[in-house]
């Protein structure tokens, strides 16, 4: 799928260092005051009205304070949901009589950093052109406030968010968790003060860890990037399963009785044979990425379920999921999408349905996540000053059809460069560990020495 150019949003709304472009007083009461414009224009009849959430990070009330300065100056009305997960904050988009959602968070990324995000009233986070008109808007609101005087900043309304952890709680389909013991990894982030209630609220037994966020700990050495402490804390706690959030809860990773963590492949193999079972995969259809584990394609094809690779990035696997007609997708970060329940990823949604998946058929998580056996797969980072098109550098092109020669249809080679950071990512993946292993760090060098932050 071809993708638009783009100057302020990435692969998952606008993020940057807090206080560094694009994260400045500046922009940020533009980007408000473009998406006031944008608004008005959709709906001509009415007086608009936004809802704000944030994630935990100290920075969030400063950002909040400058959008609402911003859309105050277009005359719309704003709402404050407070800390909310980034699911959250979509599900009130889409059931409040607000046009529009605006997240505050950078996701998994540290508390220095920090993000917007921009949900439309149906919940659903905006199309690549629809994010090119809020550049243009916003690039023009800059010209204007240089003419204007600062706007007052009104007093924001609060919006409850009560009705979401009823949505999620109600998604167990009456399943009790009653008599099970779950260990909660909260990331310092916005599952915060939602987590515990929510598996409590099914009858579980919770052990909460990383739930004291003070504004800088955020996603430090806990949560989905990090999910040691709660594999620890299960087999210490003899749980029966845990979950570890990302920062704004749109992610989870999931360990099992024993310990033993399972990234998103192995939950999308374990809820795609779930809802077949319960005839609630009608397309017979999975949309993954690019980066899903050949194992996980394998997987479901012995089901007879056809797994369509996407672009990575939430919103490329949901636009395949409306080409395909699937209602179930996600990622390899254990990014899932329930389009039954939600309109983007749900950490909690997804830590839901698969203690539902256990409670109902009576069998530790450990037996659900068999049947999917990974190829060795390799991810190499290498920090980038610039992203140059990967075609215009012959020195990357050679090691690529190079490693494609090598590897001879028993594998697959994906380079691409992270939408939020200043990175390419370098994925090899193929029948043997140390094969990959070289290629892998072959192609990263060529890139390290072409386009190397350092170079």
Not at 150 to 158: E, G, K, N, V, W
Not at 310 to 326: I, N, R, S
């Amino acid at each position: 799928m071809k993708k638009t150019c783009k100057k302020l949003f990435g692969t998952d709304g606008i993020r940057g260092a807090f206080g560094q472009w694009p994260l400045t007083r500046p922009l940020v009461e533009s980007a408000g005051m473009a998406a006031g414009r944008w608004l008005k224009k959709r709906f001509p009849r009415q007086r608009p009205a936004v809802v704000i959430g944030k994630d935990t990070r100290a920075s969030g009330t400063t950002i909040e304070r400058w959008l609402r300065r911003g859309l105050a100056a277009e005359g719309v009305d704003v709402y404050s949901a407070g800390v909310v997960p980034t699911p959250g904050l979509a599900y009130l988009a889409h059931t409040a009589a607000v046009q529009l959602g605006i997240m505050i968070s950078a996701s998994h990324n540290p508390a220095d950093d920090n993000g917007i995000k921009f949900f439309k009233h149906n919940g659903y986070k905006l199309h690549d052109r629809e994010e090119e008109r809020l550049e243009r808007l916003i690039a023009a609101a800059e010209h204007d406030q240089r003419r204007r005087k600062t706007a007052a900043i009104p007093p924001s309304r609060r919006m409850s968010t009560a009705g979401y952890l009823e949505h999620l709680a109600a998604s167990a389909g009456g399943v009790s968790l009653a008599g099970r013991k779950i260990v909660v990894d909260c990331a310092q982030g916005a599952v915060c003060g939602y987590a515990v209630r929510l598996f409590e609220k099914l009858g579980a037994a919770v052990v909460a860890l990383a739930a004291a966020p003070d504004g800088k700990n955020i996603n430090h050495g806990c949560g989905s990037l990090y999910p040691e402490m709660m594999a620890e804390t299960v087999k210490r706690q003899r749980a029966d399963m845990g979950f570890s959030f990302d920062g704004d809860g749109d992610r989870v990773i999931v360990c099992d009785e024993r310990g033993v963590v399972r990234d998103g492949d192995y939950m999308m193999a374990a809820i795609a044979r779930y809802l077949l079972a319960e005839n609630r995969l009608p397309s017979r259809a999975v949309v993954g990425t690019s980066m899903s584990n050949f194992g996980l394609e394998k997987a479901l094809a012995e089901l007879g379920v056809s797994l369509v690779r996407a672009d990575v990035g939430d919103k490329y696997v949901l636009q395949e999921m409306f080409a395909h007609k699937t209602n179930f997708g996600g990622e390899q970060s254990g990014h899932i999408i329930f389009l039954d329940y939600a309109t983007t990823g749900d950490g909690m949604l997804t830590a839901v349905q698969l203690a539902r998946m256990a409670a109902r058929s009576g069998k530790p998580l450990s037996r659900l996540m068999r049947g999917l056996k990974k190829y060795p797969q390799l991810l190499v980072n290498v920090r980038v000053r610039d992203k140059r098109p990967f075609a215009e550098i012959p020195a990357v092109n050679r090691a690529v059809e190079q490693a494609q020669r090598q590897l001879a249809g028993n594998g697959r080679l994906v380079l691409r460069y992270s939408g939020t950071e200043p990175l390419a990512r370098v994925m090899v993946e193929g029948g043997k560990k140390t094969e990959i292993t070289a290629l892998a760090r072959k192609i990263a060098a060529v890139i390290e020495r072409e386009l190397g932050a350092g170079a």
